[in-house]
């Protein structure tokens, strides 16, 4: 049973029942960790309703009618995680992988704008030749010029991961909380308080009322507001 894990033992950010049975698929190492992510065949299955059992999401998957982030994935068990962008060509249908105010994960459906992802800096590395390599939230590298600073965020084509726009992490911009007890916020960054110590740096949100969170949480959506749709996160 390497392959699978129990029920029971799932994250709760997995919006899905725990007591229908006692196994479920578990995750293959792929971009994101555990902790940011959950198995595309429970995404498709469970979240999205495109068949009624795995046998079922195994073989839609196989035929590589499923992509991620504009690339076909085989593999039922590969990490789908946040601002990830699930499309199914024959249906003509995409969805975008974000977490509720519950810290639960969602699907929200990308009616007519245009779909990109979404990933933050969280490193940058200076390469031989002054090559700058900026280190993703998603677990993967790019090769960019240009100045580009950690905590901001890239808006990124499906399939190259082309970037098409950068938002600086800096107050007045929009930012989405991810973790922690207001996961699922949204709101404009008021003032970042940097700490002189290991401690992580802390944010100032606000919104119906000003909220204080670690930056590791944070991600930059927007500028004056977010650049795609967030739906209905409560």
């Known amino acids: 049973m390497s392959g699978h894990q129990k029920r029971v033992t799932i994250p709760k950010s997995w919006p899905i029942a725990r007591k229908t049975s006692k196994w479920v698929a578990k ?3 792929g971009p994101h960790s555990a902790k940011w992510s959950m198995p595309l065949l429970l995404v498709a299955r469970d979240m999205l309703k495109l068949a009624d ?3 079922e999401v195994k073989r839609i998957l196989y035929e590589g009618q499923v992509l991620v982030n504009g690339k076909p994935r085989r593999d039922e068990k590969f990490p789908v ?3 990830d962008v699930i499309s199914v060509p024959a249906l003509n249908k995409q969805w975008r992988m974000l977490k509720n105010t519950r810290g639960q994960f969602t699907m929200v459906f990308i009616g007519g704008e245009k779909a990109s992802r979404l990933v933050r ?4 590395t200076l390469l031989k030749g002054g090559k700058l390599q900026l280190n993703l939230s998603d677990g993967t590298n790019l090769l960019a010029e240009g100045e580009y600073h950690t905590g ?3 808006v990124l084509s499906l399939g190259e991961a082309q970037i098409e726009d950068v938002i600086s992490l800096q107050p007045g911009h929009t930012a989405m909380v991810v973790g922690g007890s207001h996961t699922g916020q949204v709101g404009q960054i008021k003032e970042i308080l940097v700490t002189k110590s290991s401690m992580p740096n802390r944010v100032i949100i606000s919104g119906e009322q000003d909220f204080e ?5 944070v991600y930059m959506v927007g500028k004056q507001s977010p650049i ?5 996160l409560r």
């Open 27 to 29: 995750l293959s190492p």
């Open 213 to 217: 969170t670690i930056i590791d949480y």
């Open 121 to 124: 800096i969280d490193n940058k």
């Open 81 to 83: 995680g946040i601002f």
């Open 152 to 154: 901001d965020s890239l």
């Open 53 to 55: 059992n795995a046998r």
């Open 228 to 232: 795609f749709d967030l739906g209905d």
